[in-house]
């Protein structure tokens, strides 16, 4: 199968143009997963939760209806952050479409810096959504560092990780290649580009999207400071393996009972 990012610059609160940016950079393409950036169309430095609020949306919204045409054109699954409004609360959402359906919405568990003045911390447990016979499981930038996430969701059966970022510290393209070599799994780390100066802080978006192996390597790294798009066919026949020899399997070979959670 084809997977991939769409590492992209997006322009704070402008929403349609946002859209198109994903949209030019796809033009043609056809891929059965498609990995976008974690609030790529809000932007992410807010100022208040007032203004988070203003540009959310449920699962009718604008974005939803994006992703949905989108997904009809690319023929793939395509995954992108969203602000999600579910009653008084608002939540830094990831939103999983495959052509005309929301199949469901990512709530990030490990919210980062001043997110947590804007945003609920996810409410909903980790889970697989499986389409066209492969398990996706998906989380959102900081959610990386928090090892027991990724485990949470190899357990769970998860052949591929969507990771849709904005990254900001330097540590997680290096980070997800332990990531994905412990669990056997795959993923696709989308970051963004750019700066955003707004209220007292000054975001670099750090870019180098990335496309991890069940083993380790790296098949795809997107340049620090371009726009890009790349899609890698894979087969998810080897993260459902996770046997390393014929004596060790990493799920089988665990010893909970020892280990403090
Ligand atoms: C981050 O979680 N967006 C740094």
């Known amino acids: 199968m ?20 994903v949209k030019n950079l796809l033009n043609n393409i ?20 007032k203004e988070a609020e203003s540009l959310a949306e449920d699962i009718n919204g604008q974005t939803a209806q ?7 054109i690319t023929g793939g699954v395509v995954i992108g952050g969203f602000i999600e409004k579910d009653g008084d609360e608002i939540f830094n959402s990831a939103m999983i479409v495959s052509k005309n359906e929301v199949i469901g919405t990512y709530r990030k568990i490990h919210l980062y810096y001043k997110e947590c003045l804007w945003f609920s ?10 389409v066209n016979n492969v398990k996706i499981g998906i989380m959102i930038c900081f959610d990386w560092f928090f090892p027991e996430t990724i485990r949470t969701l190899a357990l769970l059966g998860a052949d591929i990780i969507a ?6 510290l330097p540590y997680c393209q290096k980070a ?14 989308s970051n963004r580009i750019g700066n955003e100066v707004r209220g007292e802080d000054d975001f670099k978006f750090t870019g180098g999207s990335q496309i ?16 890009y798009i790349k899609f890698i066919e894979i087969d998810v026949i080897h993260a459902r393996d996770k046997k390393l020899n014929s004596y060790n399997d990493l799920l089988n070979d665990r010893r909970p009972e020892f280990y403090l959670l």
């Open 66 to 72: 994006f992703l949905k045409k989108l997904s009809k």
């Open 163 to 168: 990771h849709p970022a904005n990254l900001v």
């Open 121 to 130: 911390p996810g409410n909903k447990p980790l889970r697989i959504y499986e």
């Open 176 to 189: 997800m290649t332990t990531h994905c070599l412990v669990n056997r799994v795959f993923a696709v780390t």
């Open 212 to 227: 991890t192996s069940y083993n380790g390597n790296i098949l795809s790294s997107a340049p620090t400071d371009k726009v």
């Open 30 to 49: 056809k891929a059965d997963l498609i990995v976008l950036p974690e609030l790529f169309a809000t932007g992410y430095t807010f100022i208040s939760k």
């Open 2 to 21: 084809k997977i991939g990012y769409v590492q992209t610059s997006p322009t704070f609160s402008e929403k349609t143009q946002n859209f198109e940016q």
